[in-house]
């Protein structure tokens, strides 16, 4: 009688484990390096600024401006003069015509016979500008000084002196300036200085990189408005090299570019920051114990361990060691290596690859084994196991746009322009596996205004 060849297979595997050692092992193939999508920089983006120059600011640079009182010399029978001192004014603002009327009274006393008094009306329409060097100015004035007074439209020296007060005044106004490029060059200096953050155990740099600052029309109501942007062209560098280099030209402001409109309202700025895979590599061994990731509770001498993260084809390629032992009334050792890959995403500022699945050669091992393991058990510890936090980054950018957009500077004597910023949402508007590291693209919701004076 023959002996039953399968009966007796339990027992030549036992034979085998216990005499030679005879271990389950897979090892599929890696996944070959395949070239990622070429590295690519966000678009431009504006950084636009509301410039607000109020009524009141205006009306005191005027005032400022304006000499308030003086005297005007004429010839009468003898050297005589016109002593005259003026009210405070006031603006009328045409956005049809783009002009600002200035009005006040000037009261002015003659020293004649009798010492008469006469009542002049001032009135001046000024064309506000701000010019290519960021110098803002009331150009072409038209200024006139006229009196209803009989007597001082009557003498010849009375045309004299009105004219006088005339020329003294459009020629105050002709030189009232508003330098903005100090106020301007501060915020252009830290926009354009770039700044760093930690990637793992290097460092890498963000630039801005400021390109040109345009100006929009001019808004004449209640006030002077003006709408500025800042073109900007963001890039990212791992690791940070020529730190300074990257800063040059910031201390320059380039000249100032009207254009026909700018977009008003809330700008979106897009900043790239970086990952290594290093680093997501070492976040994946925290969430291991003692260096190995146990995943099936029915497998409780099977783990996982030495993960490493590469990237290919524009994908995450997760390599971990199978490594252990399972028990079938003797022990079989049970090693080899799998392939998971996916697409990493951004999910409550965590970095995760959601759909990391094995590899097609991974799966075909997996179902080669003579033990089942369950695959989406393995599959679930590792998609845990494998984030990175990243709001510490995400936080550097916010407070980036924030500071570097906030400046306070002195424009004339008791008079402060500042410049503030409300920096709204911030969230990821992509994630890319390039070859060297994982870029993700940052998108700033920000306001951004320039007020003269200071509110």
């Known amino acids: 009688m023959k002996p039953n060849v399968s009966s007796l297979a339990p027992v030549f595997f036992a034979a085998c484990v216990a005499v030679s050692g005879c271990t389950e092992a897979l090892y599929p193939p890696r996944p070959q390096l395949s070239p990622g999508p070429p590295l690519a920089d966000p678009p431009q983006s504006r950084v636009n600024m509301h410039v607000s120059l109020t009524e009141s600011g205006l009306r005191e640079l005027i005032e400022s401006t304006v000499p308030r009182q003086g005297d005007v010399p004429f010839s009468f029978l003898g050297q005589r003069k016109l002593t005259w001192t003026r009210t405070p004014v006031e603006l009328r603002f045409n956005q049809a015509a783009g002009t600002i009327g200035v009005h006040a009274s000037i009261s002015g006393q003659a020293t004649l016979p009798g010492t008469p008094t006469f009542t002049i009306a001032l009135t001046a329409d000024v064309q506000p500008a701000l010019g290519s060097d960021y110098v803002a100015l009331l150009q072409n004035p038209q200024v006139v000084v006229q009196s209803s007074d009989k007597l001082l439209r009557a003498a010849e020296w009375g045309a004299g002196a009105l004219t006088t007060i005339k020329e003294e005044i459009e020629k105050r106004l002709r030189e009232l300036r508003i330098n903005l490029r100090p106020l301007l060059a501060e915020n252009y200096e830290k926009l354009a200085k770039p700044f760093s953050f930690s990637v793992g155990d290097a460092r890498a740099c963000v630039r801005i990189g400021v390109q040109s600052i345009e100006a929009g029309p001019t808004v004449l109501s209640g006030g002077f408005e003006k709408d500025l942007s800042v073109v900007v062209a963001p890039s990212v560098t791992l690791p940070c090299t020529n730190e300074k280099g990257m800063a040059l030209g ?185 070859d060297a590291y994982l870029r993700m693209y940052v998108k700033v919701s920000a306001r951004s205004a320039a007020y003269l004076p200071c509110p």
């Open 250 to 434: 910031a201390a320059s402001l380039p000249p100032l570019h009207n254009v026909a409109g700018i977009p008003s309202g809330p700008f979106e700025l897009t900043v790239p920051i970086a990952a290594t895979y290093e680093e997501l590599q070492k976040a994946m061994k925290q969430a291991f114990t003692n260096g190995k990731l146990f995943f099936d509770p029915g497998y409780p001498d099977l783990y996982l361990e030495k993960p490493e993260l590469y990237a290919s084809g524009g994908r995450i390629v997760t390599k971990l060691h199978l490594n252990g032992f399972v028990k079938k009334g003797f022990k079989v050792p049970l090693e080899g290596d799998l392939y998971l890959s996916g697409s990493p995403e951004i999910v409550d500022n965590q970095l995760m690859v959601p759909n990391l699945e094995p590899t097609v050669e991974t799966k075909n091992a997996l179902l080669k084994l003579k033990t089942t393991l369950d695959a989406e058990k393995m599959r679930k510890e590792i998609r845990q196991a494998l984030r990175l936090d990243i709001g510490s980054r995400l936080q550097s950018v916010r407070d980036k746009v924030s500071k570097d957009l906030m400046v306070k500077h002195n424009v004339a004597p008791r008079l402060d322009a500042c410049v503030k910023a409300d920096i709204g949402r911030i969230e990821i508007a992509g994630v890319f596996a390039h």
